[in-house]
């Protein structure tokens, strides 16, 4: 009778001349064999272990078992091995159950990135991978995120999801070093079919775990799987992360999450006040006032619902105002004059040929942004923006700010450009 262990220990031992003891010792110390009708059935551990194996020893395998015993090869995974009951819920983090696409409120600064991620939910097609949202935080990136996984956990059965923060990632990685379970490691994060990192400029600096992230991108990429990564920043931004890996984040779609407009920050308080007595000059107030995020917005009006419940007092402006006073007090009035200056520094332009009637390509695009920006952080009217920059009426105005508008997901670099201004503004 055929000895099968008996021959694989021959050809481990050719192995370990051929490729070296670490080489084998890594690859193939946990395989289990028979051997049946002229075929050495070969079991590893994992399907990555059988991919790398296939990929770049099989050969050299085959070439042993053939020359030495006459016999073929055929590789295969050990089923009681494979973790296949692993679902996100015992790996990744847990899911905001308030977080899904039904709960996300759509307004013209985040249409392109809501569209996106429902795109890419509802599609087994890989047209968009990586999906890279970015943009300060507190606006809706991890809601998005979310929702991705509820739909995706929902809507397609079979495909496990695994959402995970940069730094949630670096700490697993750092811990299958420590514990010398590096295979584990791999093979699990390779065996979802959707992986969603989120806050990924937290890894920069960290090389190692980059290096390990850059690995596991190329090869979920090349297995057809979903990637989705955020940050605050867009991929060529992100200072501290290699340059390879910032060019694969940048290969697929990317999508700038903007700041709400008052529109849509108006919207949102209508939400998440559903069933709450607050009248509607309250939240004009809070949505005219808390500005920098929708987290922010949110924990102001939670603060003005929890005065109500506290204490049983109806609400008005004045009580508002003293409630939310940190949140309004201190905040730097943003004039026209001050968007006008912000824009002449960053595009190295001088005040008056901004406010001029030229035409020129160099002065139009910044007259048209300082439009948009002061309709969006001032309330100046029309007619007003327009009579400050060139003199024009309030129909040019409009024009401005709607060609802006339109250009804003469209245009990778202008959404850059629309941050560092916003920046110089607030500074």
Known sequence: MVNAESIWGDILVELKNKLGHSTVGSWFEDAEVTICDGVLQLYVKTQFISNWIRNHYLDVVQDFAQRKHNLSIELHVKENLVKKSQTSSDYSLPLNKDMTFETFVVGKSNEMAFTSALRIAESSNRIFNPLFLYGPVGLGKTHLMHSIGWYVRNNHDGKTICYLSAEQFMMKFINALKQRDMMDFKDELRSFDVLMIDDFQFLSGKDSTQEEFFHTFVYLISQGKQLIISADKAPSELSGIEERLRSRLGSGLVVNVHPANYELRLSILKEKSVGRNISDDILQFIAENVKSSIREL??????????????????????????????????????????IDSICEYYSLNKDELCSKSRKKEILKPRQIAM??????????????????????HTTALYSIKKIESSIDSEVNLGLELDNIRKIIDK
């Open 372 to 393: 948009y920006l002061c309709r969006e952080l001032t309330d100046s009217s029309l007619p007003e923006i327009g009579r400050l920059l060139g003199g024009k009426d």
């Open 298 to 339: 949110g924990g102001a009006l939670m603060r003005v619902i929890a005065y109500v419940d506290f204490f049983k007092k109806d609400l008005n402006l004045d009580t508002v105002r003293g409630i939310l006073k940190e949140f309004v007090q201190d905040k730097k009035s943003i004039t026209p004059s001050i968007i």
